[in-house]
C-alpha cells in the first residue's frame, strides 16, 4: 500500500502522510480566523482588516499573563479571549458603529487603519523578534507515529480548533441565539420591531468574532515567536480562505480553512517556493467560475 | 560723513534679507548628511532599525567638535529593493544626502548599491549579507562592513563539518541572501568532503510555519540542517525543530546566521549549545564593553547589541576620519575618493579593534566562533556566548582572488 501511495504520488508516504497532517494543522488556524471573520462579515457586513491584530494581540495578553502576572496558559485560554474581546467590543461602540450606514470600503479602511496602529503600538513596545512562549508542561512531548514525530501540543491545536469551530456553528445555526443573530443579518429593522436589542447584539457578535481570533493568538504563542507581525504574515491567507469559501459563510470558511491547509501542505512537498501562492491562484481560480465562493449564495 | 542714498538703503536691505539663505547654503556646504536605511518595521527590524541608529548617532556625536556639521537622517526601506533604491534616489536628489550607511536586506543593498555608484556617493553597508558585494557586484563607492555569507560558511559551517557534520540539507530564504548563504556554505560542505543532500526554498518574507520544510529535511536523513535564513524565519525554524523532535533524533541545526536578538527572543532553554558566528560582542574586551556603556541608554529596552549595529557605528566612525582628513568639500564631491581614503587608512575602533579595508571594498576583521551558554552558565543580563575559537581577518574572509570582482586587477 505504501509502494503503491509512493510511485503514484512520486514522494515518499511517510513524507507525505506528515504534510497532510502538517496542512491540517495550519488549516485549524485558518478555520479559526476566518470562522470569526465570517461571523462578523455576516453580521455587521465588516470586513474586519483588524483582525490580524487581534490574533496578534491574543498571542501577546498570553505572554503578559504570564510575564506579569504569573498565570499561565490555561488561564490565557480563558482570560485573553475576553480581554482582547472587550478591546473589540471598545472599538466597535466608538468608532465601527458610525460606518454601517456606508459602503464596505470604509469599514475596511478603518480596521485596517486600526490594524495597522496596534501593530505598530506592540512593535515599538515589544521589537521585532519576539517572545518567548514555552508549551505547557501538560501538553509537551510527542508521539512518534513512525511516518513523523508528531508534537502532542499541535494535535491539542487541531482538537481544540475543530471544538470551537462545530460549537460556533451550533451556536449560529441550532440556537435560538443564533436564529436572531442570522433573522438580524437578513433584516435588522424587523428583528429590532420585535423587541430585540439589535445594536447591543451586533457589539457582542463584533466582540465574540474578535475573542475568536485571540483564541487562536493564544493557540499559536507556544508555535511560533510572539512577534508583532505575526497576524500580518497569517491574515492575508485568511481573506484569501474567507473569499474561496464564500464571504460570511460559517460552514463555507471552517470547511475551506482546514482544505486549503492541506493543499498548502502537499504544495510545500512538490513546489516549495510555490506554497505562499498556491491559495491565491485558487482564489482567483474560484472568483471567476464562482464569484460568491465555494459556499457562499450569489 | 557720507550721505546715506535711499537705493544704498534698499540695497544694504535686501543683502540683509538674503543673508540667512546664504548663511543656510555655507551651512548645507559644511554639513554632511548622513543617512541610516534598514528596517524599521519588519522582521530584521531588532537586528537593525533604532538599534543601529543609535549607534550611527553616536558615531556622529563624537565626530561633534571637528569643525564641520553631522546631520543624521534615517528611512524604513521594508525589506523591499524597489522602495530601498527610490528612498536612496531622492535622498540623493532632493536631499543632499553624502552616505548611505546599511541598506538592510540584500536585495535591497544590491540595488542601493547601483544608486549610490551612478551618483558617486558613499555607500557604508552593515548589516547585509551576501558576498556579491564585494564579488561580482563590487564598487569603488562601497565598504562592506560587518560580515557576509562567505566568512559566516567559512566559520560556523566549517566548524560544523569539522565536529563530523558531513552530510546536509538546507532550509533557505527564497531571496538572493539566502541563495548566497547556501551557495558559499555548500561550496565548503563539498570542499571539506561533506555532501549536500537537498534544499528547500521558503518563500520570505511571509513564511512562518517551517515544520513542513523540517519534515522534508528530515527524509533526506542529512545529519545536519543548514539554516540560510535569518531574523524571526530563524527563530521560528529552531523552535519548530525541538517541538518536532528532529534535535533528539540527532540532527544539528546550523544556525548559519543568527544575531543576539534571536538568542534573546527564543531563550537560552532553546539556543543553548548552538553555535553561531558574529564579529562583535558586547562582552568580548574592555573597549567592547567600553562601547556598550556609551550607547546603552539610547538602545530599545530588550534589543541586545549586535554585529550589525556594531557595524553602524564603526563605519560611520571610519568615514567621518575620512571626512577630517581630506576635508568637507572634496568628500562631498566625490564619494569615491572618500572610499579610496577609507582604504587607504588602517581602521581602529572599540567595537572591531584594528583592521583595513581591501580593494574590494571588504573591511577585515577577526570572526569569532560562539557557543550559546546554557541558563545555568549565563550570569548576566546578556549573557549568552562563550568564545569558541578566533579566525584572523585576513584568512577570515574569501580571498581577493577569488570573489571576481572588476575592481581587482587579476
Redesign the interface.
Known sequence: MLELIETITGV?A??LF??VL??L??GAFYAMLSLGLAVIFGLLNIINFTHGAQFMMGAFVAWMLLAWAGLGYWWALILAPLIVGFTGVVIERLMISRLYKLDHLYGLLLTFGIGLIIE?VF?NQ???????Y??PPELSG?W?LGF??M?V??GWVVISSLVVCLATWLVIEKTRLGAYLRAATENAALVQAFGVNVPRMITLTYGAGVALAALGGVLAAP???V?P??GT??I?VVFAVVVIGGMGSILGSIITGFGLGIVE?LT??YW??A???VIFVIMAIVLLTRPAGLFGRA | MTEISRRSVLAAGAGFGAMPFSQARAQAANTIKIALLC?F???????T?PNELACVRQAAAEFANRGFNIEVVYADNQNRADVGSNVTRAWFDRDGVDVVVDGGASSVALAVNDVVRDKNKVFLNSSSATSDLTGRACSPNLVHWTYDTFMLAKSTGGATVRAGGDSWYFITA?YAFGHALERDTANFVRAAGGQVLGQ????F?????F???L??AQ?ARPKVIGLANA??DT??CI??AS????IR?GIKLASLLMFM??V????L??TQGLICTETFYWDLNDRTRAFTRRVQSEL?P??PLCMNHAGGYASVVHYLKAVADMGVARAKANGAEVVARMKAMPCDDDCFGPGRIREDGRKLHPAYLFEVKTPAESTGRYDYYKLLQTTAGDEAFRPLAEGNCPLVRG
Open positions: 515518499p511517510p513524507l506528515g504534510q502538517l496542512g494543522i495550519n505598530g512593535r515589544f521589537g521585532s523578534s519576539g517572545l518567548p514555552r508549551i510527542a512518534d513523523m514525530f508534537p501540543y499541535r508555535i511560533y515567536s512577534n507581525q505575526m504574515n497569517l492575508i501542505g510545500k512537498v516549495p517556493e506554497s505562499a501562492t | 528596517d518595521s519588519g522582521t530584521y527590524r531588532d537586528v532599525g527564497d528547500a526554498r521558503t518563500p518574507p511571509g513564511t512562518t510555519d515544520s513542513a520544510f519534515l522534508q527524509a531574523g524571526s527563530i521560528n523552535k519548530q517541538e518536532f523532535g528532529l533524533r536578538p534571536d534573546h527572543s527564543l531563550g532553554a532553546t530599545q530588550n534589543v
